[in-house]
């Protein structure tokens, strides 16, 4: 049976992770652009955005852009939107932000309505400073194109640092989002439904934040692994690992990983967790400034599973007295993670080998050196990266089944306990029987995507039934039994052979 559940949530996990397209084309850095399509990352022509670190961007279901923010020049001081079209946004300019903040902007669609968009910002040097923010956009108008309905309203006017990570919901349907203050030990995390975006959790956990420069609070990355049950924040010798509950928006199970004796060299910038959720990602960013006057960076996995995670660490790849250093990271939907360079001393706005391309963890799953990190493997099409890569999270996450809050079926189960209609067995190894009186049945079976993959006549004799399903991979279905156009019953179906 424990052998069954864990192919059953490793199916379930690897499926949903990218289902969809949402995540699959990606503005940054300075013009960079780069779409995944057949597990296979290409880089386009242009993009308009200039932006240091600060970026985000979102495409329809079928992996079409829609819209992307960020910067518009290296240190601008507020935000732009950019349409499909890369022309800026009906009403999408001088939105409260900056161009140089580790998670300076995240794009979080309406639960209840698939034309609106929430963009949330961090203000920087804008009017009041360091304040979170979000915009509304609706794609609905302008043509198609979108315009910004509602901008800069303040969400929380507490000096925030520069995180920003959003995770969905165990039902699949609402979000989490996290946020930290610039000092302090407290986050903030706030549910986002069909209401609105609610009043914060405040939950006291994890190291305590201290300003790292005058101007600002713990940089580097925030990020959710892609199951959502798990959360990274990393800094200046800090590595805060939790564990998340996404019915409940509570971290917990908090782990200091930084190093037994943090060096110099130890700031930690650059975060991302493996497509399976068993590895973690961390890598330091060099002297970017005077404020951080390093001359060494690291790349590192964590193997989550170890009995000591923090003594599990391994470095991959070391850059020593080098012009370039490691920025952040992204998970692809190919199943790669990518890497970027960024320049560590001035002048960072010239074309060079190392700005023109990512780098790539080919297999994260893999544990130590075989997980396979290279570098200068995706060339950006002549443009460059900087520190940044966009923030994108799991949009394809689907609701935890089984679990007391996965309701987004609740109605539609109500109504199956009254089906005389049952299928077995579940898991199937590729032939399901039905039990029940079908006249002018019809089995419809879809794929985690929503994809129809099989569609059968059925007419049962003497209440049973019994359909090949063979062709079928290994994975996690959906079936629809109708007699007529009457909706008999609905559910899961789980394919293991």
Not at 210 to 223: C, H, Q, R, S
Not at 405 to 430: A, F, M
Request: charged content about 15%; proline content about 4%.
């Amino acid at each position: 049976m424990k052998k069954y559940l864990l192919l059953i949530l490793f199916f379930i996990f690897s499926l949903r992770l990218f289902s969809q397209g949402q995540g699959d084309t990606w503005c940054f850095g300075d013009s960079s652009i780069m779409h995944f399509a057949n597990s296979q990352a290409t880089a386009l022509p242009y993009c308009a955005m200039i932006s240091y670190e600060t970026s985000s961007s979102i495409s329809d279901k079928n992996g079409n852009l829609l819209f992307y923010a960020g910067g518009y020049d290296q240190n601008s001081f507020l935000l732009k939107i950019w349409n499909s079209n890369h022309q800026v946004m009906q009403n999408g300019d001088s939105l409260y932000g900056f161009s140089s903040s580790s998670n300076g902007t995240l794009i979080v669609p309406f639960t209840d309505d698939s034309n609106k968009f929430y963009l949330f910002q961090q203000s920087f040097f804008t009017t009041p400073t360091f304040h979170l923010y979000y915009s509304i956009i609706d794609m609905g108008l302008n043509g198609g194109l979108g315009a910004v309905a509602q901008k800069n309203i303040l969400l929380n006017n507490n000096n925030m640092a520069e995180k920003l990570a959003v995770v969905k919901h165990g039902n699949g349907k609402d979000w989490w989002l996290t946020a930290h203050p610039q000092t302090g030990s407290s986050y903030y995390i706030y549910l986002i439904d069909s209401n609105g975006i609610h009043s914060p959790l405040i939950q006291t956990i994890g190291k305590t934040f201290t300003n790292v420069t005058p101007e600002i609070g713990p940089v580097g990355e925030m990020t959710f692994s892609p199951d959502g049950s798990k959360m990274i924040a990393v800094s200046n010798q800090m590595i805060d690992y939790f564990e998340f509950d996404r019915c409940s928006g509570n971290l917990f199970n908090y782990q200091d990983i930084s190093p037994l004796i943090p060096t110099a060299n130890d700031f930690f910038y650059g975060t991302s967790f493996s497509p399976d959720n068993s590895k973690l990602y961390v890598s330091t960013i060099s002297s970017l400034a005077t404020n951080f006057p390093l001359s060494q960076a690291n790349l590192s996995q964590f193997d989550l599973s170890a009995s000591n995670i923090k003594q599990s660490r391994i470095t991959l790849d070391s850059i020593v007295n080098s012009y370039i250093t490691f920025g952040q990271h992204q998970l692809g939907s190919d199943g790669k993670i990518y890497v970027s360079f960024a320049r560590n001393s001035a002048p960072v706005m010239i074309f060079d080998s190392t700005n023109m391309f990512l780098n790539t963890i080919e297999n994260p799953d893999f544990l130590g050196l075989s997980c396979n990190f290279n570098r200068y493997t995706l060339y950006l099409n002549g443009h460059r990266t900087f520190a940044g890569l966009p923030n994108i999270p799991n949009y394809n996450l689907g609701a935890l089944i089984g679990s007391a809050c996965d309701t987004l079926r609740v109605g539609v189960e109500e109504h199956l306990l009254q089906s005389n209609i049952s299928i077995y067995p579940n898991p199937s190894k590729g032939v399901i029987n039905l039990v029940g009186n079908l006249n002018n049945g019809k089995l419809i079976l879809r794929d985690i995507t929503g994809r129809i993959v099989i569609s059968k006549n059925i007419s049962t004799i003497n209440n049973f039934s019994s359909v090949n399903i063979s062709e079928l991979q290994d994975g996690v279905y959906f079936y629809s039994v109708y007699n007529g156009k009457e909706l008999l019953k609905e559910d899961r179906l789980i394919i293991l052979k």
